[in-house]
């Protein structure tokens, strides 16, 4: 069964520094999004992608995140200058734009700000 | 105002027994979909159900089922012969209509399957 995939599971780094958070999406679908949940909260939306741009995005994606897809199968969330509040884990997630238009998720990536 | 409001953030049921979680929504909106979601201990989220507001007839996948209300605006997902690998967060989810696809998530019930 297709399923989401991010790397890396865990990513450690220190204030101030870039991480760039990757994903690949279910092959056939169209959408895709990125949230996050602060341990122990509810999980929150980020940002969507379609046909190549930002299609919605929350206030928290603040000009300190990017998203790009640079190839035909990679998503990747990038975090310019990290800041401690910005551990989380970082789902990936996309849909195929059906009725239902799921979004399945990835397993997730916890960044730890140090 | 919250848009999704999950009032029971700690459930335990029996092994075998049925339980029911509660969620309940707040959208002006006459399209939307709302969705189920489980987080084990391992941290992923996984898919359990769907349900349009369209849809004339309840939801279920295998021993899920959504008991879904419309002029009450809840959608309680129910469980039925509650496993050991059900003990998990559950998280219930809304989209609403128009081209905004972003879920909108409630805090989340953490439910015990006991032996």
């Known amino acids: 069964e297709p399923e989401v995939t991010q790397t890396p599971s865990h990513q450690v780094t220190q204030m101030g520094q870039e991480v760039i958070l990757r994903c690949v999406p279910i092959s056939n679908h169209l959408y895709f999004y990125w949230y996050r949940q602060i341990l122990g909260q509810k999980v929150e939306f980020l940002v969507s992608?379609?046909?190549?741009?930002?299609?919605?995005k929350s206030e928290i994606f603040d000009d300190q995140f990017s998203v790009e897809r640079p190839d035909g199968s990679n998503f990747t969330l990038k975090i310019r200058s990290t800041k401690l509040e910005d551990s989380a884990m970082y789902f990936c997630a996309s849909s195929d734009a059906s009725y239902t238009d799921t979004q399945y998720f990835g397993p997730g990536t916890r960044l730890t700000v140090l | 105002a919250q848009k999704i409001t999950q009032t029971q953030p700690g459930m335990f049921v029996q092994e075998k027994e049925a339980v029911t979680l509660d969620c309940t929504y707040d959208?002006?909106?006459?399209?939307?979909?709302l969705f189920w979601y489980k987080q084990p201990s391992s941290g992923e989220m996984i898919f359990l159900i769907y349900?349009?507001?369209?849809?004339?007839q309840n939801a279920t996948e295998g021993r899920y089922s959504l008991n879904f209300q419309k002029a009450r605006k809840s959608a309680n997902l129910v469980i039925s012969a509650s496993q050991l690998g059900d003990s998990a967060m559950y998280f219930c989810?809304?989209?609403?209509?128009?081209?905004?696809?972003?879920?909108?998530f409630g805090s989340g019930t953490q439910l015990t399957v006991l032996p």
């Open positions: 959208t002006s909106d006459p399209s939307y979909g």
């Open positions: 992608f379609y046909n190549n741009e930002i299609s919605e």
């Open positions: 349900q349009g507001s369209y849809d004339q």
């Open positions: 989810a809304m989209r609403e209509g128009g081209s905004a696809r972003q879920l909108t």
